[in-house]
């Protein structure tokens, strides 16, 4: 279940929060307002390392909604190995090798959900049309599952949309 943030937008244009009921007080000396939205968003989703459904609830009575995803995680580039050429100089190489993708897909997901590949090895959006697929890296998949077989699961984080399926 995602973090669940409540902004309540007062006639006077501060802002009440909660985050999963509890207050998330501002700043010491400042309050909440339009113009902290930003930072807001920054504390409550941790500076963007988690996903936070938000619902913003205006003077007017009118309601927002939206899920501020986390940023995607990078990965780390792969490490710099130095030799010496025959005159003694060091070169830098990169070595990588080429991963082997196998595709998992699945429908039915709400369109831009998060959606979870498991054995968790990497997360994919759904497209406009409830739709998503993954490509994930056959050795990677060798290392976590030691026979090369098992199951993938696709696992809508909003819908609870599931789709299971057995890896060639």
Do not use: K
Request: charged share 30%; no cysteine.
């Amino acid at each position: 279940m995602l973090p669940h943030a409540v902004i309540t937008v007062t006639e006077g244009g501060a802002l009440d929060v909660t985050l999963d009921g509890t207050d998330v007080p501002p700043p010491e000396g400042e309050a909440w307002t339009r113009a902290t939205f930003g930072p807001l968003l920054d504390v409550l989703t941790r500076d963007r390392t988690i996903t936070v459904r938000i619902e913003v609830y205006e003077s007017d009575e009118t309601v927002f909604t939206d899920v501020i995803r986390a940023r995607r995680r990078t990965r780390p580039e792969p490490s710099d190995t130095e030799a010496e050429d025959e005159r003694g100089t060091q070169v830098t190489s990169r070595t990588r090798r080429r991963p082997e993708l196998v595709e998992v897909t699945g429908e039915g997901f709400v369109p831009g959900e998060d959606v979870a590949a498991a054995v968790i090895v990497s997360h994919t959006d759904a497209t406009n049309t409830g739709h998503a697929r993954t490509h994930l890296d056959r050795g990677r998949l060798r290392s976590l599952l030691p026979d090369g077989g098992g199951e993938v699961m696709l696992l809508g984080r909003v819908s609870g949309t599931i789709h299971v399926r057995r890896l060639p």
